[in-house]
């Protein structure tokens, strides 16, 4: 899919936990992991991910100071869905994320953006194969590893891309209307990614 999409790469984040994958066709794999912070997400991406990481143990703090131990960079995941990073002031983010699935946030993400002095990063938040790409970061660098992606996002050289397609449109409304049947926004009582109040709010 990242292939139809026309994308060089992917970076692979899922919740908690890191597993290597072989590339098997044209498109490179950038490591990463979501970290579920006491505060909300946390996206790190780059050549040495922590390999799994206990929902709701770390801080932001303790994220981004993981995150940059290992060569990473550490991204504000939705920072308007299930988090309140967005809250906190004096942590050293490299960037904040516009999402796929909510992009009529993102006068909300590039204002609170202007007023951190950070990139803004396109995320898919893909969880089925047909999702991938439907927001992407362009990224100015010779190549790509994980090392210039990092080194790209610190210095500000991408950019958030939301594809608008009738078939990305379609997608992001069947998201809101099954969220919306489910009412798990309001209702979430336990961890789950993605859904809910942060861990320390509910």
């Known amino acids: 899919m990242a292939d139809r999409r026309g994308l060089d790469g992917v970076a692979t984040t899922n919740h908690d936990y890191y597993t290597p994958l072989t590339p098997t066709g044209p498109v490179e794999l950038i490591p990463g992991i ?3 912070t006491d505060r909300g997400h946390v996206l790190v991406v780059g050549p040495d991910p922590p390999a799994e990481t206990k929902p709701g143990a770390l801080s932001p703090a303790d994220a981004v100071a993981l995150a940059h131990d290992r060569g990473c960079a550490a991204i504000v995941a939705h920072p308007f869905r299930n988090s309140s990073v967005r809250e906190l002031e004096g942590i050293l983010f490299d960037a904040i994320e516009v999402n796929g699935k909510h992009p ?3 006068p909300l993400v590039e204002e609170l953006a202007d007023d951190r ?5 396109g995320g898919s938040d893909a969880h089925y194969p047909f999702e991938v790409g ?4 362009v990224i100015e660098a010779d190549r ?3 090392e210039t992606v990092v080194a790209a996002i610190r210095d500000g050289r991408v950019q958030a891309r939301v594809c608008r397609t009738g078939f990305d449109r379609l997608l992001r409304r069947g998201y809101r209307k099954i969220h919306r049947h489910k009412e798990e926004l309001d209702t979430h009582t336990g961890q789950t990614p993605g859904v809910g109040s942060p861990p320390d709010e509910n």
């Open 144 to 146: 790509l590893t994980p």
């Open 134 to 137: 439907r927001a992407y970061t």
């Open 104 to 106: 009529r946030s993102r």
């Open 34 to 36: 979501e970290i579920t």
């Open 117 to 121: 002095g950070l990139p803004l990063v």
